[in-house]
């Protein structure tokens, strides 16, 4: 399925029911239209800045005629500031792109992924969910939720992978001692990431019992926090916070979720490539959840093994 450019840039919200390459393709173009228009608004933003100084060097030099440059350039930084929509989230797509890369070689083969991807900025008003103040704040909350992949691994397990954002800005207009008023801002937020497994039953007895099982073997990188663990009898899934200011990492082999299936479980830690200390990084969270999961399927189905094997003996 071809990415429709039209409808996607008035929306900016990419959806998708197809295999892998043609979602991959589809996330190439995004790229390159986000390149296009960070150029466009990077050329807009030296372009002011050249009119403005030849505008304010005119007044000095001509008078008042050089109120003209000044005007025009106030009128690339309002254009500039209107096509700020337009220049997407990188890391969104980025690891969206990274993730796939990594899991497509375990995905069921030629299946398609079921992909919703919201690059549209995090502070559109659809996304307010509350305003008010807080002493001499005033503050807009903002819940988005701008990921949800899903996907079928060659095993059968059922991949349900999504990512929601939380952001609070604040502001406060005072005035100084001399009279001037002044306008402060900050903000600050939350990204949880959710990576949950569904499986068949059958295959797995006993799984709604290995709640302990999955707290012991869920490994996340420093400074993630695990906010919460599920597990029943067809599925399990982990939560975990992270910064708001996350980064996505180059591409690391593989996740290959048969050879776990296949190694006997020793309660060993997966093993992940070590990232450098600094921001979290969204991509390595995600490898590392699906990890410990099937760390906990793995123990289940040998769990089960073993005792077919003892009912036979």
């Known amino acids: 399925m071809a990415l429709d450019l039209s409808a996607f840039q008035k929306t900016l919200v990419y959806q998708a029911h197809a295999p892998v390459p043609e ?41 008042p005629s050089g109120l003209a440059p000044i005007a025009l350039a106030v009128g690339l930084f309002i254009v500039r500031a209107r096509r700020r929509r337009t220049d997407l989230e990188d890391r969104r797509y980025g690891l969206v792109a990274t993730l796939l890369q990594r899991l497509q070689v375990d995905l069921e083969k030629d299946a398609a992924v079921d992909l919703t991807l919201d690059l549209s900025p995090n502070d559109e008003v659809r996304k307010r969910v509350g305003q008010g103040s807080k002493g001499r ?15 079928r691994f060659a095993d059968g397990t059922h991949l349900h992978l999504s990512m ?18 002044k306008t402060k801002r900050k903000q600050k937020g939350t990204a949880l990431m959710q990576v949950a497994l569904r499986v068949k039953a059958e295959r797995h007895p006993g799984l709604e019992a290995m709640s302990g099982q ?4 869920a490994r996340l990188p420093p400074g993630i926090t695990l906010s919460r663990i599920r597990v ?17 990492r180059e591409p690391k082999p593989a996740f290959n979720p048969a050879s776990l299936a296949m190694a006997p479980n020793k309660g060993r830690k997966p093993k992940v490539p070590v990232v450098p200390p600094g ?30 094997a003892r009912a036979t003996s």
């Open 232 to 248: 029943a009898a067809d599925r399990l899934s982990l939560r975990a916070l992270m910064d708001h200011d996350w980064v996505v």
């Open 279 to 308: 921001k979290h990084d969204a991509s390595r969270t995600a490898t590392m959840m699906l990890l410990s999961l099937y760390q906990v399927l793995n123990f289940s189905s040998s769990q089960h093994k073993r005792s077919d």
């Open 164 to 181: 929601v954002e939380y952001l609070q800005k604040r502001s406060r207009t005072q005035r100084n001692a001399r009279g001037k008023t």
């Open 214 to 217: 999955l707290q012991k073997a």
């Open 137 to 151: 704040w005033s503050c807009e909350d903002f819940t988005d939720a701008w990921l949800d992949l899903q996907g």
């Open 23 to 63: 979602v991959l393709e589809d996330l190439k173009v995004i790229g390159q239209l986000d390149q296009k228009a960070e150029a466009a608004r990077k050329t807009l933003w030296i372009a002011a800045w050249v009119v403005l100084v030849v505008g304010v060097l005119s007044l000095f030099v001509v008078g």
